[in-house]
């Protein structure tokens, strides 16, 4: 499985900031997987977005609920993550991950991340 | 929501040390505890998962332990690839969270 995150490096204050995790080696048809969004600020620690999974159920960190987004495009093999309204704090390096709903695992397979700054 | 804390926030060490990192859990997550590697510029790794199992391919001198709310990680005799830093994060319920890391320097 490898996982290749995509979208603008920038984006304006107010604005929807949109990324796109590109799959192969695994069909996002299937039901078997949770596909993840994490957050880093640069020089800080780790922040869970949320996941979907199985016909586009999802599920979010309450501290961004109302303003996440996370879809699954099975025609693309894709999945995409849109935070409204953004502020500089969304300012970090956005991962997406994976890993199969049997494997008792958290999330095993990660992409290298994509930075976004927010800024005018 | 649950808060993990590690410690140290920094560990200098030398090749062939024993060292370990602390993850705490503000409240009791049974085993549902992960350790990951994280590199500059690299996808994070899985070292660890259920507090003590090791992810297919990882070195054998990395261990976890723990259940409840304190978990340890360790590496019985550091190698020049270890030098990195450390991420535990509990997946006991949502929203999943991290602990705020501890970077492995070369003393």
């Known amino acids: 499985v490898q996982l290749l995150e995509s979208g603008p490096g920038l984006v304006k204050p107010s604005q929807t900031l949109s990324l796109t995790c590109n799959v192969s080696g695994v069909s996002l048809s299937s039901d078997d997987y949770y596909w993840s969004w994490i957050r880093q600020p640069a020089g800080k620690g780790l922040e869970w977005i949320g996941r979907v999974y199985a016909r586009g159920t999802t599920s979010y960190n309450p501290s961004l609920k109302s303003r996440v987004t996370i879809t699954l495009d099975t025609s693309k093999n894709h999945f995409s993550l849109r935070v409204r309204s953004v502020t500089a704090a969304d300012t970090a390096a956005y991962y997406c991950?994976?890993?199969?709903?049997?494997?008792?695992?958290?999330?095993?397979?990660w992409g290298r991340g994509t930075l976004v700054s927010v800024s005018s | 929501d649950i808060q993990m804390t590690q410690s140290p926030s920094i560990l200098s060490a030398s090749v062939g040390d024993r060292v370990t990192i602390t993850c705490r859990a503000s409240?009791?997550?049974?085993?549902?505890l992960a350790w990951y590697q994280q590199k500059p510029g690299k996808a994070l790794e899985l070292l660890i998962y259920k507090a003590s199992t090791l992810e297919s391919g990882v070195p054998s001198r990395i261990s976890g332990s723990g259940s409840g709310t304190e978990f340890t990680l360790t590496i019985s005799s550091l190698q020049p690839d270890d030098f990195a830093t450390y991420y535990c994060?509990?997946?006991?319920?949502?929203?999943?969270?991290f602990g705020q890391g501890t970077k492995l320097e070369l003393k």
């Open positions: 991950a994976t890993t199969n709903f049997y494997s008792g695992k958290p999330m095993d397979h």
């Open positions: 409240q009791g997550i049974s085993t549902f």
């Open positions: 994060q509990h997946y006991n319920n949502f929203p999943y969270s």
